[in-house]
């Protein structure tokens, strides 16, 4: 079988890619599980992104407005008038993708596994059955452990880490905030998360060990016994290059499109499968990767504030809580804040004279790592 594009992962960015080019070019999807979603993810998306990019709205579960953020001792919270973030149920998002992008001519492998390339045709097996099919461009959309990355040989130095994300009941009297908890002392490479669907229902997750996530479920008052579900799965936090090589180009997490704060990824990885059917529509594939050079920069100053909050001790969170908790603070990312722009929020901190210099007593790494 001959296409013009093959689209190796039908995750979101793999869908949303395929909707974008499937009107103009005859498109191919290999996705080796069965049915969409099933995936361990939060499915916190910047309203503003999602408008942007066009997502479907039945896939919304939640509006969120604000933030609590808690230390070990203290909290303070961050909100707006209007929703900042929708969370989303990944089944019914990526189906909807599929469907529209099939609609629009995309034909579908589903169950279907990229083995690798042999003499520019892609290898695919489905159950038993070994098969080839070729196309003239082949995009890797296949997530974070991407066959495709490895096929092309790109390199990466990222930090692997595992996530773990339970569906709890419980009572959460804000269903329109989510509560992000640092304590070093459970876990001290990643925040907890509480993501409320509704009232009484809640996705509550961190990256590192399941154990440590079960002992944030006992400090926050829920009980283990009333989770309806549990989810793992993994991220990386880095660099992987290079993000286009000859007729072959990774996308989403496959190229690590992906927030080194939070480890989102959904966002970034649409709008680089934006800028990807951009250039393959114009004919200038090779300027895909300029086109993203501000997702690059917004990832390579999160990776430099990822960087000085591994470093940081407890009393240091309790320090910069005690700063992100003033008026003055409050104020600038009130103002600022744009879920899916970690720059522009902290850069507006950092040069408000009085909060650099608060920042810089509780510690001087800010200026090896941020500024
Ligand atoms: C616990 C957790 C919470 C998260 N929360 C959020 C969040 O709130 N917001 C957010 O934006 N991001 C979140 N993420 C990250 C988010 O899940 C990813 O960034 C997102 O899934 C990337 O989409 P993708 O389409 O690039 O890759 P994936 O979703 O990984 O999709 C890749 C697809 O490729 C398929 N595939 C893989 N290998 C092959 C192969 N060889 N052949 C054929 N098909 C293949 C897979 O089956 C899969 O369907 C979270 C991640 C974790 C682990």
Redesign the pocket.
């Known amino acids: 079988m001959k296409y013009d594009i093959a689209i ?7 869908n949303y890619l395929a909707t974008l080019l499937a009107r103009h070019y005859k498109v191919a999807v ?4 069965s049915s969409f979603g099933g ?7 910047g309203a503003r992104s999602y408008e942007e990019l066009k997502l479907p709205k039945k896939a919304i579960i939640n509006k969120l407005r604000g933030a609590v953020f808690y230390s070990k001792i203290q909290s303070f919270e961050i909100k707006r008038k209007e929703p900042q973030a929708y969370m989303v149920g990944r089944k019914i998002l990526e189906k909807s993708l599929a469907e529209m992008a099939v609609k629009r001519g995309a034909e579908y492998y589903m169950n ?3 083995l690798g390339f042999k003499n520019g045709k892609a290898v695919l097996q489905r159950f038993n059955n070994r098969f080839e099919i070729s196309a003239y461009f082949y995009i890797g ?4 452990n991407s ?1 495709v990355a490895q096929e092309i040989g790109a390199k990466t130095n990222a930090e692997f880490l595992s ?3 339970v569906e709890i009941v419980g009572e959460f009297e804000k269903p329109d905030f989510v509560e992000l908890w640092i304590n070093k002392e459970l876990n001290k490479d990643f925040f907890f998360w509480v993501a409320p669907i509704n009232e009484s229902l809640a996705r509550v ?1 961190t990256f590192g060990r399941p154990d440590t996530l079960f002992n944030f479920i006992k400090i926050r008052m829920l009980k283990e016994t009333n989770i309806i579900e549990f ?1 793992a ?3 990386a936090l880095g660099v992987r290059k290079p993000w286009i090589k000859g007729n072959v180009a990774l996308v ?3 190229a690590l499109q ?1 927030k080194p704060l939070t ?5 970034y ?1 649409m709008y680089c499968a934006y800028a990807l059917a951009y250039s393959i529509i114009n004919r200038k594939p090779w300027e895909y990767e300029r086109l993203c050079k501000e997702i690059k920069r917004e990832i390579s100053f999160g990776l430099k504030v990822r960087r000085l909050f591994k470093n940081l001790s407890q009393e240091q969170v309790e320090k910069l809580f005690e700063l992100l908790s003033s008026r003055e603070a409050i104020e600038v990312i009130e103002n600022t804040a744009e879920f899916d722009e970690h720059a522009k929020t902290i850069k507006a901190l950092i040069k408000h004279p009085k909060l650099l210099a608060r920042a810089l007593k509780v510690t001087p790494m800010v200026i090896r790592y941020i500024l």
């Open positions: 190796i992962g039908g995750g979101p960015v793999g290999i996705e080796a599980k995936k361990a993810c939060t499915g916190i998306i279907t596994r990229f959309a296949d997530g974070v066959k996530g773990y994300e997750g989810k799965g993994n991220v989403g997490d496959a992906i480890a989102g990824g959904i966002a990885g």
